[in-house]
């Protein structure tokens, strides 16, 4: 479902069943670990999400490795690679590229259901309140709130590995375009620099399906001049793997 969403420069594997009920039997001792204190459903989705992680690397000639976090919860990629996780309920993705082809990637994939009460407020601009009622209005199969919710996570993955700073929610103001799937992130705070150039903006792809709201974001390493300003660009965002 994601790599319908990516360049060809990114492997990505997913899944819709976890790899095994024996989590440890699929990890590293390290792995194994870190996840060992955690709920058996939080077990099965950490080692479900490395094994995705693992094969994709495999395409690109990496052999298996332990794939630990960070303490913001981002994985630590083998040197020469950028990547991004996601797992919710009933779905599992990694993606990967090698860091000559892409700059950052960033993968989210979220229920295609409401966001919780009072989350929205948390997350949400004004101006983003306001398209989000907009196309609930026009387009009510599709969560919106939701929606607005994993782009700001793929954005989010996508900043972190190119800044090692956090990134509110209120630090991006987001559109969407719902025939185009894609979206646009415009950062509010001044952006990374890749290759000697400052970004103000991210650009991403989104889609529908499975009952899941599927976000993605691949940063190349020297945007087009079109791709220059946020509006413009692709953008994605986050969740802890």
């Not at 699929?26 to 080692?47: C, G, M, N, T």
């Not at 990547?83 to 990694?94: E, I, K, L, P």
């Not at 387009?139 to 919710?149: C, E, K, N, S, Y």
């Not at 001044?190 to 993605?216: K, Q, S």
Request: glycine share 8%; net charge negative.
């Amino acid at each position: 479902m994601i790599e319908e969403l990516l360049p060809s420069g990114a492997v990505a594997e997913d899944t819709f069943t976890d790899a095994t009920d024996d989590p440890a039997s699929v990890l590293f001792p390290e792995e194994a670990d870190r996840i060992a204190r955690a709920v058996p459903r939080r077990q099965r989705e950490y080692a479900t999400v490395r094994v995705c992680a693992r094969r994709a690397l495999g395409r690109l000639g990496y052999a298996p490795v332990p794939l630990l976090s960070s303490k913001r919860g981002a994985p630590q990629w083998p040197d020469g690679v950028v990547g991004s996780m996601t797992h919710c309920q009933g779905y599992r993705a990694a993606v990967v590229a090698r860091a000559g082809d892409l700059a950052s990637v960033g993968i989210d994939a979220e229920p295609n259901g409401p966001l919780p009460e009072g989350v929205l407020d948390t997350i949400a601009l004004p101006s983003e309140k306001e398209w989000i009622a907009a196309l609930s209005a026009a387009r009510p199969a599709v969560h919106w709130d939701r929606l607005l919710f994993s782009a700001k996570e793929s954005v989010f993955k996508t900043w972190y590995p190119l800044t090692g700073l956090e990134l509110d929610f209120d630090e991006a103001e987001l559109t969407v375009d719902p025939v185009a799937g894609t979206f646009a992130a415009r950062l509010l705070v001044p952006g990374p620099v890749v290759e000697g150039r400052r970004l103000d903006g991210f650009a991403g792809r989104w889609t529908v399906g499975n009952g899941l709201v599927v976000t993605a974001i691949a940063l190349p390493l020297a945007p087009a001049p079109d791709e220059e300003r946020g509006e413009e660009a692709y953008a994605h965002s986050p969740s802890g793997a």
